[in-house]
């Protein structure tokens, strides 16, 4: 069973930083590609960031320069590292396998001064 829980989330001010992390478990992270999502209030969930099993990856235009996917693959985890925050990066962040359909509860990010 796909378990994944993520963490680190909060209030941060706008050109602030935060670090999420996804800890993975039911599956091998470094034989998957992973993603981190977000749903802000009223729109629909968005792909943020991936990283592909070889270490590629890619992200959404408007979070391009500011956050960095990454994996550990013995620890399990994979973090999404967020800089120069903006009000409009407010939302549920999520972690998922691109192989299965599994979504964890969420963490939340609000950036607000």
């Known amino acids: 069973q796909v378990q994944l829980v993520e963490s680190g989330g909060g209030l941060v001010q706008p050109g602030g930083s935060l670090r999420l992390s996804c800890a993975a478990s039911?599956?091998?992270?470094?034989?998957?590609?992973m993603a981190w999502y977000r749903q802000a209030p009223g729109k629909e969930r968005e792909l943020v960031a991936r990283i592909f099993i070889f270490g590629s990856t890619n992200y959404a235009d408007s979070v391009k320069g500011r956050f960095t996917i990454s994996r550990d693959n013995a620890k399990k985890t994979v973090s999404l590292q967020m800089n120069n925050l903006k009000p409009e990066d407010t939302a549920v962040y999520y972690c998922k396998a691109d192989r299965y359909d599994d979504w964890g509860q969420g963490t939340q990010v609000t950036v607000s001064s």
């Open positions: 039911g599956i091998i992270v470094s034989e998957n590609s």
